[in-house]
């Protein structure tokens, strides 16, 4: 059974930064694209990056390009988010998940999913 644990929210005041990571354990976290998604009260989950199995390739929604950057470590089966100059639209519940095969930007397309982490950005 594969398991994601994500961790690293919080509060930030608006221009701070964070770093989100997510643990995978029960699979082959080295066979799977990893992606985060976000979703803000009363809202669909947003695409906010993915990252290719071997870490060589990531992908970014418009939203966040040059603030948001992803990296993974295959030998501590965790991936991360770092977010810069945070912004109070960044609050939202902030979710990685894994799947098979190319990356998506649709959330329901993923294999695996955690339980996610809250980032509330004060202004």
């Known amino acids: 059974q594969v398991q994601l644990v994500e961790s690293g929210g919080g509060l930030v005041q608006a221009g701070g930064s964070l770093r989100l990571s997510c643990a995978v354990s029960?699979?082959?976290?080295?066979?799977?694209?990893m992606g985060w998604f976000r979703q803000a009260p009363g809202k669909e989950h947003e695409f906010v990056g993915a990252i290719t199995e071997s870490g060589t390739s990531t992908y970014y929604a418009n939203s966040g390009k040059g603030r948001f950057t992803i990296s993974r470590d295959n030998v501590r089966n965790t991936v991360y988010l770092r977010i810069h100059s945070l912004k109070p639209e960044d609050t939202a519940v902030y979710y990685c998940?894994?799947?098979?095969?190319?990356?998506?930007?649709?959330?329901?397309?993923?294999?695996?999913w955690g339980q996610g982490t809250q980032v509330t950005v004060s202004s």
């Open positions: 998940a894994a799947r098979s095969g190319t990356y998506h930007t649709i959330y329901s397309e993923y294999d695996h």
């Open positions: 029960g699979g082959t976290f080295r066979d799977y694209v």
